[in-house]
Each structure stands twice: as structure tokens, then as C-alpha cells.
T-cell receptor, first 117, second 111 residues
Framework: GAVVSQHPSRVICKSGTSVKIECRSL??????MFWYRQFPKQSLMLMAT?????????EQGVEKDKFLINHASLTLSTLTVTSAHPEDSSFYIC?????????????FGPGTRLTVL | DAKTTQPPSMDCAEGRAANLPCNHS???????VYWYRQIHSQGPQYIIH???NNETNEMASLIITEDRKSSTLILPHATLRDTAVYYC????????????FGQGTELSVKP
């Protein structure tokens, strides 16, 4: 199946710094990618839809100025957590459906664990 | 909000069939039922999806009731590696791709 990668897999940063997480579709093009956040023992929560060449669409309650999303190419979307604080510590996961028509399945990245000290 | 209801946890003996139920009583006519699973600390993995007919692939079978208000995912011969959280999701087939996850069922396969 198709592969989605994320980098880094794990990051620890100090409070107040910004952290960039990359999501890449390795063997297919993705005009749309999705970003999720998952706290311990909880389900995945959709944060935003990343659209290639246009602005991201954020879910209600997600601060767009804090979670900056850039989808500059058909294979790369980035999520930047700006001025990170301990409450932003979480598991961040991206996903991408292959193609623009069929949505049989989505491929998820392995996740990035962010710890803010 | 998620439109499905699943039991929070289930146990299954290794080698036996695991039957995971899902209630989606408010499903619309254009919505499909999708199943994903998430092994601890990994990204979710697609398992199977269906509209109204039963479906089978190399991983599992999906049984959807005639009124489409509930479904069951069947892992025919569960192994220890099938221990994971299983998510049942309903959404329109060709309307964007975002998935709204509920709480899922934590399946523990025991030796």
C-alpha cells in the first residue's frame, strides 16, 4: 500500500519555541492531507484539512495562528506548532487519501510525539 | 461528533474469531461504514469498508445489517498482533476525506 511518512518521530522542546512537523506521501500525490492530534488514552481528534496550493481548513476550536499548516507541494504538508506550551504535548498524526476521486482508504503517517517542557 | 457507538473494550482468545460490533443508527443513505485500527503508538491502519453488502478482504469481513443501523467487523483468526483499538466510522464516500473518530473498541487478544 501507499506510504505516508512523518518527521520527526519524536521531538522534545522548551516552552515558547516553535516546532515543525513534516508529513510526506512517498509514492503518491495528495492534494489533501489531514492533521490529527491524540492525547493519551483518547481518540484521534481532527485538527485541520491541508489543501495543496490553498489555505488550510481548521476544525472548530483549533487555533489557526497557533497551528500553522503549509501544503506547498503534492507530497508535503507541514504543521508548525508556534510558541508551544506543555498543554500542546500530544501525538500528532497526518493522513492522506491517494488520488482526487476515490476515497476507499486513507493512509496514515506513523505519528510524531511532541513533548513540551 | 462521531456517529457510531462501540463497546469500549473486548477480549478474544488467540486463534478464535473476534467479532467487533458497531452501532450507527443514524447512518444516511450515502454514507459508508469504514473500519480502521490503531496499534499502540502508531498511526491508524485501514481495514475495510462497505455500503450495504457484506465485504471481505485479506484482513477481515464486514457484516452490515439489512437496515444498515449496525455492523460487525470479524477477524476470523485473531492473533496477538491484532491487539489494537478498532474504530468504526461512517461518512459519505466521495465527500472529502476527513474521518471523525469515535472512542473505538480496545481489543485485547490473549494467548
Amino acid at each position: 500500500g501507499a506510504v505516508v511518512s512523518q518527521h520527526p518521530s519524536r521531538v522534545i522542546c522548551k516552552s515558547g519555541t516553535s516546532v515543525k512537523i513534516e508529513c510526506r506521501s512517498l509514492d503518491f500525490q495528495a492534494t489533501t492531507m489531514f492533521w490529527y492530534r491524540q492525547f493519551p488514552k483518547q481518540s484521534l481528534m481532527l485538527m485541520a484539512t491541508s489543501n495543496e496550493g490553498s489555505k488550510a481548513t481548521y476544525e472548530q476550536g483549533v487555533e489557526k495562528d497557533k497551528f500553522l499548516i503549509n501544503h506547498a507541494s503534492l507530497t508535503l504538508s507541514t504543521l508548525t506548532v508556534t510558541s508551544a506550551h506543555p498543554e500542546d504535548s500530544s501525538f500528532y498524526i497526518c493522513s492522506a487519501p491517494p488520488g482526487t476521486g476515490s476515497y476507499n482508504e486513507q493512509f496514515f503517517g506513523p505519528g510524531t510525539r511532541l513533548t513540551v517542557l | 461528533d462521531a456517529k457510531t457507538t462501540q463497546p469500549p473494550s473486548m477480549d478474544c482468545a488467540e486463534g478464535r474469531a473476534a467479532n467487533l460490533p458497531c452501532n450507527h443508527s443514524t447512518i444516511s443513505g450515502n454514507e459508508y461504514v469504514y473500519w480502521y485500527r490503531q496499534i499502540h503508538s502508531q498511526g491508524p491502519q485501514y481495514i475495510i469498508h462497505g455500503l450495504k453488502n457484506n465485504e471481505t478482504n485479506e484482513m477481515a469481513s464486514l457484516i452490515i445489517t439489512e437496515d444498515r443501523k449496525s455492523s460487525t467487523l470479524i477477524l476470523p483468526h485473531a492473533t496477538l498482533r491484532d491487539t489494537a483499538v478498532y474504530y468504526c466510522i461512517v461518512r459519505p464516500y466521495n465527500q472529502g476525506g476527513k474521518l471523525i473518530f469515535g472512542q473505538g473498541t480496545e481489543l485485547s487478544v490473549k494467548p
